[in-house]
């Protein structure tokens, strides 16, 4: 079973800040990766997604792929509060996605 | 275009009852999903599907039952309802990897 594990959290950054979320998996086959954000009380929306080694930019989402290290990030520029939120990082594995349990991100204006 | 639609919203079973929480896409999709999520956690899958008539377990299927009769329909029933099954419930459906998430249902079993 593959698994994917990030810190829970929260963390907490100052508004303007760069944010950086983590995410490790178990499958040294896994070729794509999901970084979803959920925000208190709402369902879970798709923010990006990367499947090559290096980084990929949309808008101040960045994430980062690392695929010798087995780790993907998401690094958020210019923190604002309402980007406070919990994002998930998931794996697909046959016909479904494996989820981390989230790091919940609090920026503090 | 709906999107994922889930009824109801909210929820209060009494402990031994059953229900059915209703999941529909309209989107075509052949994959379906249904995920809890406890409070601080992330999400565990219950069962998934892969088309009309097929079904499979996931992390946490005891407890539950699913069918899923046509491509837009995905019921979930709770037989003999428990404190442990109180949660919030996401039903999802993708053409490829991409999951689109309904709005969820707040279960709560007293």
């Known amino acids: 079973q593959k698994e994917v594990e990030q810190n829970s959290g929260p963390l907490s950054v100052p508004e303007g800040a760069i944010a950086s979320l983590n995410c490790t998996y178990s499958?040294?086959?896994?070729?794509?990766f999901f970084w979803y954000r959920q925000y208190s009380g709402k369902s879970p929306e798709l923010i990006m997604f990367?499947?090559?080694?290096g980084d990929k930019e949309d808008g101040r989402f960045t994430a980062q792929l690392n695929k010798a290290s087995q780790y993907v990030s998401l690094l958020i520029r210019d923190s604002q509060p309402s980007d406070s939120a919990t994002y998930l990082c998931a794996v697909p594995g046959w016909g479904k996605l494996i989820f981390g349990q989230g790091t919940e991100l609090s920026v503090k204006p | 275009n709906a999107g994922v639609t889930q009824t109801p919203k909210f929820r209060i079973l009494k402990i031994g009852q059953s229900m059915t929480l209703q999941c529909a896409q309209d989107?075509?999709?052949?994959?379906m999903y249904w995920y809890r999520q406890d409070p601080g956690m992330g999400l565990k899958l219950i069962y998934y599907s892969v088309g009309a008539g097929i079904t499979d377990k996931g992390e946490v299927p005891n407890g539950y039952n699913v069918s899923r009769s046509t491509t837009e329909d995905f019921p979930l029933r709770l037989e003999l309802a428990a404190p442990s099954q109180t949660s919030v419930y996401f039903c999802?459906?993708?053409?490829?990897?991409?999951?689109?998430f309904g709005p969820g249902t707040r279960l709560t079993v007293l």
């Open positions: 990367i499947y090559s080694n």
């Open positions: 999802a459906s993708s053409w490829e990897r991409e999951q689109f």
């Open positions: 499958d040294r086959g896994s070729q794509s």
């Open positions: 989107m075509n999709h052949n994959y």
